[in-house]
């Protein structure tokens, strides 16, 4: 699984603790030319979607539904889909912010070799990127868990509120990846549909803690690694080790990795240098005014003026 080590390049060590800055990020990109970018849920906060961890890398809410428990109880399947049919109509309609657009814009000058999301919004798409590999899923797609049939999830959305039309109007809340902060109420009388085709368990297309990362897209970004000459982070404490993975196994070989996270993550070590930025203003700053038609809000307008 691993890359064959190569020299580091020229660039100084960076101590957990230092402060880097913006003009250090953005030579670090300009001296590379094929970028393995890595990001996670700080590329979407931005565009309303909240993330699961603190500055210090540990849980803000419990840990999300599990494999075992999504598949082995339907009442917690029922919690599951009843959270996610609120949170739906809010999570469906993000869009890019100017992390993500920066980000294609990148691609476009030819500076990205892959990149690879823990996230399972489909912003980057949205935004232009194309070399990408989502690599926990996509959340706007539905998969039968026995057929395999896989279905739109704005379908789903309508067949969840046809069967519950006692709780189409009611609010929480967003919480990360669609789902949303009901409680207190008896979900034992919430219809779930099954498969049309053959009556299973129908399962978002993601990977829940407990499931494994498809194989297929696993080799697809360690493809994407072995082409890179440089790893760049967005918005990810890399506390789970499906995306803390690459990052080890390119310090391990030798290649520069640098980190764009406000807070811990768990390769501060490893990092040639890391900028304690939000994505959305960093980006802005870094590709430059008049690119990125998503660069709106506070903060990436005041990223613009300070770089002009």
């Not at 980057?124 to 070399?131: K, L, P, Q, T």
Request: hydrophobic share 40%; charged share 25%; with cysteine.
């Amino acid at each position: 699984m691993g890359l064959a080590c190569r020299p580091h390049l020229p660039f100084r060590a960076w101590e957990p603790g230092q402060v880097a800055e913006l003009p250090d990020l953005k030579s670090f990109v300009d001296s590379h030319e094929r970028l393995f970018v890595l990001t996670g849920a700080g590329c979407s906060t931005d565009s309303g979607i909240p993330d699961y961890r603190d500055a210090g890398g540990l849980w803000k809410r419990p840990p999300p539904m599990d494999f075992r428990s999504f598949m082995d109880y339907p009442l917690r399947r029922a919690r599951y889909w009843a959270r996610s049919m609120i949170g739906w109509r809010r999570f469906g309609a993000a869009r890019p912010n100017a992390a993500h657009f920066g980000l294609a814009e990148l691609e476009r000058r030819g500076r990205v070799a892959l990149l690879v999301t823990q996230n399972v919004d489909g912003l980057h798409e949205a935004a232009g990127s194309r070399r990408v590999v989502d690599l926990h899923g996509r959340l706007d797609q539905v998969r039968c868990m026995q057929c395999g049939l896989l279905r739109d999830r704005g379908a789903v959305q309508g067949e969840l509120e046809q069967l519950n039309p006692r709780w189409h109007g009611l609010e929480a809340d967003d919480a990360p990846d669609g789902d949303a902060d009901l409680e207190g109420m008896d979900f034992s009388d919430f219809g779930v549909p099954p498969c049309p085709r053959c009556g299973g368990i129908l399962k978002p297309d993601v990977v829940f803690f407990g499931e494994n990362v498809p194989r297929t897209r696993v080799e697809e970004a360690l493809s994407g690694l072995r082409r890179a000459d440089a790893v760049l982070v967005v918005g990810s404490s890399l506390m789970v080790y499906s995306g803390y993975r690459y990052v080890k196994v390119a310090a391990q070989a030798g290649l520069p990795v640098a980190a764009l996270n406000l807070g811990r993550t768990r390769a501060d070590d490893m990092l040639t240098l890391k900028v304690a930025q939000p994505c959305t203003a960093a980006l802005a700053w870094l590709m430059g005014p008049g690119l990125l038609p998503g660069a709106t809000g506070p903060q990436a307008s005041a990223a613009l003026v300070a770089r002009s």
